[in-house]
T-cell receptor, first 116, second 112 residues
Framework: GDSVTQMEGPVTLSEEAFLTINCTYTATGYPSLFWYVQYPGEGLQLLLKATKADDKGSNKGFEATYRKETTSFHLEKGSVQVSDSAVYFC???????????????FGQGTILTVHP | GAGVSQTPSNKVTEKGKYVELRCDPISGHTALYWYRQSLGQGPEFLIY????????DSGLPNDRFFAVRPEGSVSTLKIQRTERGDSAVYLC??????????FGPGTRLTVL
């Protein structure tokens, strides 16, 4: 079945440091890939997405590229801020068999803490 | 509405009791999803509604779990004979066709 594996956390960085959170997946067919973010005290929010190989999703300075050859979707940001402290979830939606677009398989989440 | 709302925000119950968790999706969203998030884990899919019907309930863990959406808007997740292992945050999300999912804040269920 489908699965998503994220790098173990927590990740602690200083402000303006470079961020990478690794994500790899296994899936049937050609999944869509997502990063969701959960800020303290808030619900899950879509951060960015990519729907086909070599697509790059980007938002709020974050980027991730859909790499079919390595089955990866690593999240990157060049300069993190304190306000980026949150839990980040990688997820996929496999449309094999016509399943719903919103039926997502999530990774376990990575806690990011950014210090001033 | 402004967003997906869920009630109650917290629910504490005793083992063996029955609970109902409610979800109000964004107005006009035809698709509604329930997920369960255990501590330190990512959300796990439970059930998906398109309109009033459950289009995919493959994630429901057993027959103690049931969900309804009688008028195609509000949904209720029902858990019978609760067990300590049911303790988790239950998330609801809605979407319009192929748009992104909008998640609610969740209901934290604690079974003592």
């Amino acid at each position: 079945g489908d699965s998503v594996t994220q790098m173990e956390g927590p990740v602690t960085l200083s402000e303006e440091a470079f961020l990478t959170i690794n994500c790899t997946y296994t899936a049937t067919g050609y999944p869509s890939l997502f990063w969701y973010v959960q800020y303290p005290g808030e619900g899950l929010q879509l951060l960015l997405k990519a729907t086909k190989a070599d697509d790059k999703g980007s938002n709020k300075g974050f980027e991730a590229t859909y790499r079919k050859e390595t089955t990866s979707f690593h999240l990157e940001k060049g300069s993190v801020q304190v306000s980026d402290s949150a839990v980040y979830f990688c997820a996929l939606s496999s449309m094999a068999g016509g399943t719903s677009y919103g039926k997502l398989t999530f990774g376990q989440g990575t806690i990011l803490t950014v210090h001033p | 509405g402004a967003g997906v709302s869920q009630t109650p925000s917290n629910k504490v119950t005793e083992k063996g009791k029955y609970v109902e968790l409610r979800c109000d999706p964004i107005s006009g969203h035809t698709a509604l999803y329930w997920y369960r998030q255990s501590l330190g884990q990512g959300p796990e899919f439970l059930i998906y509604f398109q309109g009033t019907g459950a289009a995919d309930d493959s994630g429901l863990p057993n027959d103690r779990f049931f969900a309804v959406r009688p008028e195609g808007s509000v949904s209720t997740l029902k858990i019978q004979r609760t067990e300590r292992g049911d303790s988790a945050v239950y998330l609801c999300a809605s979407s319009q066709k192929a748009g992104g999912l909008f998640f609610g804040p969740g209901t934290r269920l604690t079974v003592l």
